[in-house]
């Protein structure tokens, strides 16, 4: 499987520790928690956002490889002169470089398949080569109405549905091309007084024609001109936030595309051409059931034409698709990736907040290790810190990646290092964490040691929890959630399609390889979704249970939650600040890990009976192995402890 390609410089850094007579490896490799292979380092995107040099590109990589980062994300981005066009001669040259040095150094590379994002149409070249192939959408207007001008492509629109509204009033439905863009590589006007940026068409990703061309234009290019690097140097293609409608300049606009209402009925099952209009108007009734089910049905499409191919594209070729969804909790988009991924950006978490717990950017995290965890990927990625801005701190970004650790992310996407701070480039989505930061010569280095331990100890352990929270492909609940991070109780998210093959075994444990669940959790407006649970297995009704406890019956949804399933750690007093993860190797080796997610010091007595781990230095600490140590965790610290090792 492609994403077994990650794992081959681990193996090779590592093959000492395995003679040629097979011996038995150690039960924990302390070798490798010292200095896990390049395969765990983190993977920044690099943006080439200038003039290019291959010295000074041979150059940077070297200042990355000395402080740790072993890989990155060639992210062509604004700024680079319009000599270096998308898909250029130049720019592959430039890329070779590249890769021929990261190849020296025994370091790895993710493609990123963009200019520049979001993905899917090549820099407006898609559009280029076949106007037809532009970005569709469904609009609405009043029948008999005056239609709204929309420059000329109103020829393009297919004829419409008139559907009748709660009021009595016809509209009329139907689909046309969209003012709609991406993000461009080159800007434009004076770069030293406000320039604008290129603004490309965006291509219609609900069409399977265009998605073939862009694999033709971006994915096949790649192969021709780069293809001697795949499966070795080049791990991957980072596909970024693809999206039906892209970055759209007009308003009262749906995804869609030719046909689509057709299709969206015959996938659910039922003609959704009277529910167009709750698309539109909030007082039809059951509006947001008819939302949410045209949601999943572009979510479906999506899939089909979209993200299956470049999934089936990389396996033939030998790599890994990756990168992440438009919306922090789509979740379902996830499957078709080999790493799957996720992405915070614009400060949606952030330290000391409710964020962190509370809303959808708070379950990405974890719906990138549950589907790595259930679809038994190896790995799993979340990018970060992406427009930030210049006020991100060091202490921040360190938060933001354990925050990331914590929940089972293994593959760190730091976002992003500058190749260029030129003139409006510093100003373009900062900051720069990496080579431009204040910490590049003061702790990076140290850092950088520390997440890539943590990500090996994730990516080569499994995860021990009894708990299954239910989402659904396009949205996942946050509740039930915070309470299992606030009492230390691990969990994973599941959708109905990976209940198909689930069964309930002795005492009412729902089996779902490779993971076994004391219970299933269901929050409310997930009934439909419940029914694929199979018979037996124990389901708690979050909503029921915290209404009882307001009426002072029962324990609540976090008092039932405990009562079900084992904390991997518990406290006395609580702390709810604290999170943790039990994790489990092949060779039975049992690891706690806690991390202080709050801003105020913890002290307790841990009943934790091991050996103690500094995952910043690799080195063993002070612990009696009697499991009553006092742990002592300022705020954003970190404790491993190995608890059980079996031969």
Not at 141 to 170: F, K, L, Q
Not at 481 to 500: G, M, S, T
Not at 583 to 605: C, H, I, K, M
Not at 607 to 633: S, Y
């Amino acid at each position: 499987m492609p994403t077994e390609l990650l794992t081959s410089v681990a193996k090779s850094r590592t093959a000492g520790a395995r003679s040629i007579k097979h011996k038995r490896r150690p039960s924990f490799d302390w070798r490798v928690w010292r200095r896990p292979a390049a395969a765990y380092s983190q993977c920044p995107f690099w943006f080439w956002n200038d003039a290019l040099d291959e010295a000074e590109i041979v150059r940077q990589i070297g200042e990355f490889q000395k402080r740790g980062v072993e890989a990155f994300v060639i992210h062509p981005r604004i700024g680079l002169p319009k000599t270096i066009g998308w898909l250029s001669a130049k720019l592959f040259r430039f890329m070779r470089v590249a890769l021929s040095e990261a190849r020296r150094r025994g370091m790895w590379v993710l493609l990123y398949d963009e200019g520049m994002y979001p993905s899917g149409s090549a820099s407006g070249l898609v559009v280029e080569r076949n106007p037809e192939l532009q970005v569709r959408g469904l609009v609405c207007e009043e029948a008999g109405g005056t239609p709204t001008p929309h420059h000329g492509r109103d020829a393009c629109a297919t004829p419409g549905v008139r559907v009748r509204r709660i009021d009595g009033r016809e509209v009329v439905i139907h689909d046309r091309p969209v003012d709609a863009v991406v993000r461009g590589l080159h800007y434009v006007g004076d770069e030293n007084n406000h320039p604008g940026e290129e603004e490309p068409v965006a291509a219609d990703l609900l069409n399977p024609d265009a998605v073939q061309c862009f694999i033709e234009l971006v994915y096949e290019r790649f192969y021709r001109e780069l293809g001697t690097f795949f499966g070795s140097t080049v791990k991957g293609i980072f596909t970024d936030e693809p999206n039906p409608l892209s970055r759209l300049r007009e308003t009262g606009v749906m995804p869609g595309t030719r046909g689509i209402v057709l299709w969206v009925s015959a996938w659910l099952g039922y003609d959704f051409t009277p529910r167009l209009p709750a698309l539109w108007f909030d007082d039809e009734p059951e509006a947001e059931r008819w939302r949410r089910d045209y949601r999943r049905a572009i979510a479906a499409r999506m899939d089909e034409t979209y993200y299956a191919p470049l999934s089936r594209w990389c396996e033939a070729h030998g790599i890994a698709l990756t990168g992440h969804p438009a919306e922090p909790d789509e979740i379902g988009h996830l499957r078709h990736l080999h790493i799957p991924g996720q992405d915070i950006v614009w400060r949606q978490i952030l330290p000391g907040t409710a964020s962190a717990l509370e809303g959808a950017p708070s379950t990405m995290a974890k719906a990138a290790a549950s589907v790595k965890y259930h679809l038994r990927r190896e790995r799993n990625l979340n990018e970060f810190a992406g427009a930030y801005g210049e006020s991100l701190t060091f202490r921040e970004l360190r938060w933001l990646a354990s925050w990331l650790l914590i929940r089972g992310c293994d593959l760190l996407v730091p976002h992003a290092f500058y190749y260029s701070m030129r003139g409006p480039r510093c100003g373009e989505r900062p900051p720069d964490v990496g080579p431009n930061s204040a910490w590049w010569n003061n702790g990076y280095a140290e850092w950088e040691a520390l997440t890539r331990r943590l990500c090996w100890l994730n990516a080569t352990f499994e995860p021990v929890c009894e708990v299954a929270i239910l989402g659904r492909a396009t949205e996942l609940p946050w509740r039930a959630a915070k309470a299992c991070f606030e009492n230390r109780i691990d969990f994973h998210y599941v959708e109905p399609r990976d209940l198909a093959d689930a069964r309930v075994g002795d005492g009412g444990f729902l089996h779902m390889e490779p993971g076994r669940y004391s219970v299933v959790v269901a929050e409310a407006g997930y009934e439909r979704e419940a029914r694929a649970v199979p018979d037996g297995a124990r389901v708690l009704w979050w909503d029921e249970c915290e209404r009882e406890h307001a009426r002072g019956r029962g324990p609540g949804g976090a008092g039932e939650l405990r009562r079900l399933a084992r904390s991997v750690v518990d406290f006395d007093p609580p702390a709810s600040g604290v999170r943790a993860r039990r994790l489990r190797n092949a060779a039975g080796v049992e690891v706690v890990v806690l991390f202080n997610e709050g801003e105020a010091p913890v002290s307790r007595r841990v009943p934790i009976a091991g050996r103690r781990l500094d995952p910043a230095t690799g080195a063993e600490l002070p612990w009696t192995d009697v499991g009553n140590d006092r742990l002592e965790l300022t705020p954003h610290g970190w404790a491993v402890f190995l608890v059980e090792a079996r031969e």
